[in-house]
């Protein structure tokens, strides 16, 4: 994989992230075929929002496609939104080493700018959790920055909870996350 431009540069269908309207919004899981794809949206939500999340820009542009081709293979499993043919968002699902079998981690969970405050948040996250649920999950964990009351009014109108758990993030200790869980067995 060659160095990416940064999506959120203009292209020539239009800046990418940018809403179509007319195709409705289609969640895929990533994969090889994708991966390029997931790539420049993880750098734009990095550029974009980068003390919402634990790894930083720099750390993205310096994967190899090597370290690309292994976050497929070994990470989460990762989706992406799109509005159209453009990408609009991204979410994943881990589960970290000593998390119960039971248990997993929403994680990477990032849209455009100009698709927040519409269904693609949801949809994101309704994907995850079906997968979860599926795969026997009985608990989803989350972290979000207590800075970002609009990421927490959503997460909360999703049906998480605060736990008390509280951690910094590992490149500014200033930047404090709050674990958020949802019990899908107590889900209608």
């Known amino acids: ?100 079998e039971d248990e997993s981690t929403l994680v990477g969970m990032w849209v455009a700018s100009v698709v927040r405050g519409t269904d693609v948040a949801e949809g994101l996250v309704r994907t995850a959790l079906r997968a979860a649920s599926d795969a026997g999950v009985r608990r989803v964990v989350l972290d979000v920055a207590h800075e970002n009351a609009r990421a927490w009014a959503f997460y909360s109108r999703m049906g998480f909870r605060p736990t008390g758990d509280v951690a910094s993030m590992p490149w500014d200790s200033a930047v404090t996350e709050e674990q958020m869980v949802l019990d899908l067995t107590a889900r209608s």
């Open 1 to 100: 994989m060659d160095a990416p431009t940064p999506p959120t540069q203009p292209t020539a269908g239009g800046e990418v992230g940018s809403p179509t309207g007319a195709h409705g919004i289609r969640i895929d899981q990533v994969t090889a075929a994708l991966l390029p794809t997931y790539r420049d949206v993880r750098i734009a939500a990095l550029i974009d929002s980068p003390r919402a999340f634990w790894s930083t820009y720099e750390q993205a542009r310096a994967r190899t496609d090597d370290d690309w081709a292994a976050f497929l293979e070994t990470g989460p499993r990762t989706w992406l939104a799109f509005d159209g043919a453009r990408p609009v968002g991204t979410v994943g699902l881990w589960r970290g080493e000593g998390q119960p």
